[in-house]
């Protein structure tokens, strides 16, 4: 799955046309990534540079990303530097996983000046670096000090150094004699020697030559025949082509549920039936495609990351308290028997004195056990310590009926935190992530720092349509859960959530007719789709008609109870998705 050199050099000819183009604009989404808007004559295009360790990679990308409010400092200092260069050149050092977008730019002083991009594609090493005329670093994406490593520095002020090379072959230029005489001197599985002697090939691109040279059977590489010697000559000779002639397919392998797992420039036959294959147009396009879905995740992640730990903490501290309190109510339990003791010492007053230690009363309370012996005070006189057995007795009450209250209390907390975590797993714009913190804020969790300008405004309810035309209403948090069930909806709607699990209200327009039992269960599905429940294989859902569903007095955002209700099993999904 990792962008080698040789994808790598696809990507630099697909780049190629964007020769004399003018930085637009220059945006940086996440601390890992940036994009370029260049504009030529003709066109205009969005290049996406990431360092992300598990997403590194450089391509022309199609998909909206939302931007930060204020630009971090590495963005400003592009915008200076980078911002109406015009790209000169496109440079890549072999199969070196880097590439270096040389750029003409005019100075403070109105000079113009040569100024460089390096994009290094390194896996968890990868960095995005600008370099001045002169070859010293004016800064980067992430700074590697001395203490990070010994070996090179990518500091502001620093002399650039490429990356540390290893010494080995590039099948696009060694020759064949060369190629047969260093694999076969070396010994072990052929992928990994062919992984040891070329440089910028990825394990997948590898595996896939010794797929087809051991006609889908492990060989190695100290007994390959001569029949595999041709093989793997006629294979690399014809990825040579692919590259140098432009004749490739961009294929991605995915699971059978839809997961992308791998991608190459070349068919991939390796997997055989175990996954599912699809071409696409052009290399931009593959990388545009696989890491959509993830890219979307990490940038949302980053962004709700005080959240998440928010939302742990106090989940975490809740249940410390929830503990500490069940052990202090459990010590109530004894409240009944210090009420006998100070019965029993009071229906015996005459019989006791002050100074004793105990007493060895009969025990009307219990036939079966004849005497019971009661710890006294020997400070107190009977009826003191009878009436430190009462106080004892009304305070271990009033510490049950507290405490009860405040488990449940902190109970339904935890209930509201968890709703608030899936919410937020499920969130998928910034805008969710800022409802999301405003609703908090209201309840005391958080502090939100006053913003100039004015606050964002919540999205409509998700909105969709049945297989019969019904319109279906999800909420997106629990906020919005409460105006589309209590505002919104009509009395003869129907309500649907998960049961017992946390999820979003989700509202069937009836019209005050009776819907299908086949189109509840599409708004079942629905609901258990927008729950926490959404990767189960059967789910059950609640349904009843709104007015069946209250809110209770002093109830956190998205609490509701409800009556009337029947129940759904079904499985998750999203309408238009396949079951």
Partial sequence: MALDGAYLYAIRQEL??????????????TREELILALRSRTDSAKLLLSCAADRARVHLTQVAVENPKTPP????LLRKRLGSGKLLRIRQDGLERVLYFDFSCVNELGDVVELTLACEIMGRYSN???????????????????????????????AYEMPPRDHRLNFLTAS??????????????LSKVLLQTFEGVSPVLVREWAYYVGQGQPCRAESLTEDQCDRLGYILRRTRERLLQGDMTFTIVSTKEGQPKDFSFIPLRQYGSLMVTKTMPSACALLDEFYASRDRAARLKQRANDLFHLLLHTTERIQRRIVSQSEELDACE???????????????????????????????????????????????????????????????????????????????ELEYLDSVLD????????????????????????????????????????????????????????RQNDQLTLKAAGKLDIWLHTQNIPGSHVILETGGKKPSLEILKEAAALAAYHSKARDSAQVPV??????????????????????????????????????
């Fill in 176 to 189: 064949d004699e060369t190629i047969r005489a260093a694999v076969t001197a070396k010994t072990g599985e």
């Fill in 16 to 29: 190629l046309p964007l020769m004399d183009a003018r930085v637009e604009k220059i945006y940086q989404p």
């Fill in 334 to 412: 004894e409240k009944e028997t210090l009420r006998r003791k100070a019965d029993l010492i009071s229906a015996n007053l005459y019989r006791l004195q002050k100074g004793d230690t105990s007493a060895v009363l009969e025990d009307f309370y219990e036939p079966d056990c004849p005497t019971v012996t009661i710890a006294l005070d020997a400070r107190l006189t009977p009826p003191q310590n009878a009436q430190k057995y009462y106080q004892s007795y009304k305070k271990a009450c009033t510490a049950e009926k507290i405490l009860t209250e405040q488990i449940q209390k902190g109970r339904d």
């Fill in 542 to 579: 609640d349904y009843c008609q709104v007015r069946y569903v209250k809110k209770p007095a002093g109830a956190k955002p998205g609490m509701v109870i409800f009556s009337n209700q029947h129940t759904l099993y079904v499985v998750p999904k999203e309408i238009g998705q396949e079951a």
């Fill in 128 to 158: 995005i670096i600008l370099i001045d005329e002169i070859g010293c670093v004016i800064d980067s994406m992430k700074r590697v000090d001395a203490t990070m490593s010994s070996k090179r520095l990518v500091l502001p002020g620093v």
């Fill in 423 to 478: 919410v937020l797993s499920r969130a998928e714009t910034e805008n969710d992530l800022d409802q999301l913190r405003a609703e908090l804020a209201e309840q005391g969790y958080l502090r939100l720092l006053r913003k100039k300008g004015k606050p964002p405004k919540s999205l409509p309810p998700m909105e969709y349509t049945a297989s019969d035309g019904t319109r279906i209403l999800v909420g997106r948090n629990n």
């Fill in 73 to 76: 400092m590495f963005c400003m």
